[in-house]
């Protein structure tokens, strides 16, 4: 397919049947499907939408181009899960209906307000010239997944930012309801505004500030701007494209980054007592993360597995991007820790202790406890020649570094095929999570994680374990037959 613009935002309604079952049935024969991870059948998944608590079930809506493996006229694509772990599409999707998303819904938040889930996102429209407009609106989805739009823009586009500024994140903090947007300034530089909800209505927002975070200023657009309430500290995650790396070192095209600090002052529009820029993940490609303070009390985080402007494999199947695992964030002696939900042990099947296998399911969960002084390797999606995924654990020399040099069709590797990251020399928990062509690893339940994609040839699958004795165990992940 020759994707031409003209091809990437053709109305929804005018695509070829035939065409699209061609496509459909193409994606289906894909190798690279995961087996427990939200992902989309066919066309490309980005940024996950309105991940919220609602009508007793979790919502999580994600980009959706549903045509190809190229960013085209977006939609949000809505899937329900009772535990955090199985989703399940619902076909109730929001596509760009409206007068004010003529190229795109864009993306956004959600929140129960009364016993309707309020919408919030950015509507993307251009112009005949390819001049971008954005539009912060909003609506109301039902709990029989009908999707009202409220027909008045909520946030019109300010005077002093470029048509950069979207992804609208709604949230709560001490009784009243906030959201931040994502920008760029007339200087080209990424910033956050803020906006209160006028007496807690919805429909009804009051620009309050541009967000205080110590910005360094180098990055040229922040993209998903979130802020949640983890312990009480206001954690703000985000996207700083082209961020100094000088600032923070980083690998992947563009960072996903956060900061803790110590409150949220309203009145200033600050947040104040902020740490330095830390990376959410070490891995190869995790971006536009999610979370949310859910009504249990608990704050779930969810990312795209995958980056802006980059092409992978499974493209060739119609098919790009998939989510991370939900994790749970705490903080723990000041630093942020995310882990998978404890529910996702409940897909733990046939544990055996852990050792080298010719061959797997390549869907499975390898948990391990690593000595001080120890010093590993493991190969993992390894095919029969021991070319895989390399995984060294040095706790000697206080390092972890993931190559995926030698593993499955190579992709974006100028951007490198290995990443590593700092570990203190002392006991350390592994835990790993393996589906098809997905790795998610955590260090000591969530310290530091790494994330990235693999496209095995031929169904490489094979663990090889070399270096000092790793003693732990290995799981099969239910996959409910997908
Ligand atoms: C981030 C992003 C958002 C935008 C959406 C469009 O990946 O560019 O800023 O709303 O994707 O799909």
Same mark, same amino acid.
């Given at each position: ?20 079952? #061609? ?11 995961? %087996? ?30 549903? *045509? ?33 998303? &003529? ?8 929140? =129960? ?19 971008? =407009? ?24 300010? #005077?002093?930012? &470029? ?10 903090? $001490? ?17 956050? %505004? ?18 205080? +975070?110590?910005?360094?200023? /180098? ?58 820029? =830390?990376?959410? #993940? ?11 303070? $859910? ?7 969810? @990312? ?22 939900? %994790? ?14 404890? $529910? ?7 544990? =055996? ?18 000595? %001080? ?7 993992? *999606? ?24 030698? $593993? ?6 100028? *951007?490198? /095929? ?9 006991? &350390? ?7 098809? @062509?997905?790795?998610?690893? +955590? ?35 239910? /996959?409910?037959?997908?």
């Amino acid at each position: 397919m020759n994707w031409t613009t003209e091809k990437r935002y053709l109305p929804y309604d005018q695509w070829n049947e035939a065409v699209v079952n #061609d496509m459909k049935q193409h994606a289906q024969t894909s190798p690279w499907h995961p %087996k427990y991870h939200v992902h989309a059948k066919h066309g490309l998944l980005n940024d996950p939408n309105g991940f919220s608590y609602f009508n007793g079930e979790y919502h999580l809506f994600y980009q959706h181009f549903p *045509f190809g493996a190229v960013h085209g006229l977006k939609s949000w694509t809505h899937t329900v899960s009772h535990d955090l772990v199985t989703f399940t599409e619902t076909g109730h999707n929001i596509t760009p209906d409206g007068p004010y998303e &003529t190229h795109g819904v864009y993306s956004g938040s959600a929140r =129960q307000i009364d016993d309707k889930l309020f919408i919030f996102y950015t509507g993307n429209v251009r112009d005949k010239n390819w001049n971008r =407009q954005t539009y912060q609106l909003g609506g109301y989805f039902e709990k029989n997944g009908a999707f009202n739009r409220l027909p008045h823009i909520l946030i019109e586009q300010p #005077d002093d930012v &470029t048509e950069h500024f979207r992804d609208p994140q709604i949230f709560e903090y $001490a009784g009243n309801l906030y959201s931040i947007v994502g920008g760029q300034d007339l200087n080209q530089k990424g910033m956050i %505004k803020v906006y209160e909800a006028i007496h807690n209505d919805v429909e009804n927002w009051r620009f309050i500030g541009d967000l205080s +975070f110590e910005n360094d200023y /180098t990055a040229y657009m922040m993209e998903c701007p979130n802020l949640v309430f983890v312990n009480e500290h206001p954690v703000l995650l985000y996207c700083p494209q082209g961020l100094d790396k000088n600032v923070l070192e980083y690998r992947n095209i563009y960072p996903n980054l956060y900061k803790i600090g110590q409150t949220f002052n309203p009145e200033n529009v600050s947040i104040e007592n902020i740490s330095e820029l =830390q990376q959410l #993940d070490y891995g190869f490609e995790t971006y536009a993360t999610q979370a949310f303070n $859910a009504p249990d009390g608990k704050v779930y985080s969810i @990312s795209w597995v995958g980056l802006p402007d980059s092409t992978y494999p499974s493209d060739a199947y119609h098919h790009q991007g998939v989510m991370s695992l939900v %994790k749970e964030l705490t903080i723990k002696d000041g630093k942020l820790y995310q882990y998978p939900v404890p $529910a996702l042990a409940s897909l733990r099947t046939n544990p =055996q202790p852990l050792k080298s296998m010719a061959q797997t399911t390549n869907n499975y969960e390898l948990e391990f406890v690593l000595p %001080k002084d120890s010093h590993s390797t493991l190969t993992l *999606f390894a095919n029969e020649n021991g070319d895989g995924l390399d995984i060294t654990i040095d706790l000697s020399n206080g390092c972890i570094r993931v190559d995926r040099t030698r $593993a499955g069709v190579p992709f974006e590797t100028q *951007f490198g /095929t290995v990443r590593n990251a700092h570990l203190d020399n002392a006991e &350390t928990t592994i835990n790993i999570f393996i589906d098809t @062509s997905i790795f998610e690893i +955590f260090i000591n339940k969530g310290e530091k994680v790494f994330t990235g994609r693999i496209f095995p040839n031929n169904n490489a699958s094979g663990i090889i374990l070399s270096g000092d004795a790793l003693n732990g165990q290995y799981f099969n992940i239910i /996959t409910h037959g997908r």
